[in-house]
């Protein structure tokens, strides 16, 4: 069975600070895929990565980056420079249906504090 | 600009009430999807639909149906509904092609069971 296990469950960090956030992951097939989403104070997720297992490339988007590590089997995510607007919920989410149906298994989160 | 939406952002009901969650999306997705999101337990499936009328369990469907008549169309049902489902639910959707794409979520329903 595919598991994901987020072990910080809160993290607070002063702005400016470069904080990452663990996600390892449990799965049995070669093909699948990794997310993150952002849950901000509002509720609603926005989807931030997709990764598939046959790219272990990082990426970097603007003060995020990825690193995906398939000998740990983890899929880390680093903000640099944290800014208040950060403040919020991070869940990592692995997919194993290649098929289309996309169901996704979560993570329980990590709450992410930034003081100004 | 991938659209969903749910028809309460909170809602109160008393135990035993047949309780109707709506979610709407509008760009043509193939699979819809009802999760329940509780403290300290992250995010857990509660069905799915890859299609018209047609469903799937997911972790958590005890207590719960679905019905998909229209595509763009998602219901989560609670036929009598008890304190243990107050809860965040959460729709969201994705499309079909035969690869594994990102979901969409809408903005939640804060359930609140008396």
């Known amino acids: 069975a595919q598991k994901v296990t987020q072990a910080q469950t809160e993290i607070s960090v002063v702005e400016k600070e470069d904080v990452t956030l663990d996600c390892v992951y449990e799965?049995?097939?070669?093909?699948?895929?990794l997310f993150w989403y952002k849950q901000p104070p509002s509720g609603e997720l926005v989807f931030l990565i997709r990764?598939?297992?046959?790219?272990?490339q990082n990426e970097i988007s603007g003060r995020y980056s990825w690193n995906f590590q398939k000998s740990t089997s983890s899929f880390n995510f680093t903000i640099t420079a944290s800014q208040v607007v950060d403040s919020a919920v991070y869940f990592c989410?692995?997919?194993?249906?290649?098929?289309?149906?996309?169901?996704?298994?979560f993570g329980k989160g990590t709450m992410l504090l930034v003081s100004p | 600009d991938v659209k969903v939406t749910q028809s309460s952002r909170y809602l109160v009901k008393r135990t035993g009430e047949k309780v109707f969650l709506e979610c709407v999306q509008d760009m043509d997705h193939e699979n819809m999807f009802w999760y329940r999101q509780d403290p300290g337990l992250g995010l857990r499936l509660i069905y799915f639909s890859y299609d018209v009328k047609m469903k799937e369990k997911g972790d958590i469907p005890e207590g719960y149906s679905v019905s998909r008549e229209k595509k763009e169309r998602f219901s989560l049902i609670l036929e009598s509904a008890s304190t243990n489902q107050t809860s965040m639910y959460l729709c969201?959707?994705?499309?079909?092609?035969?690869?594994?794409?990102?979901?969409?979520f809408g903005p939640g329903t804060r359930l609140t069971v008396t």
């Open positions: 799965t049995r097939d070669t093909t699948y895929y």
């Open positions: 989410a692995l997919s194993e249906e290649p098929s289309g149906y996309s169901t996704l298994t």
């Open positions: 969201a959707s994705s499309p079909r092609q035969g690869r594994t794409y990102e979901q969409y």
């Open positions: 990764r598939n297992s046959f790219d272990e």
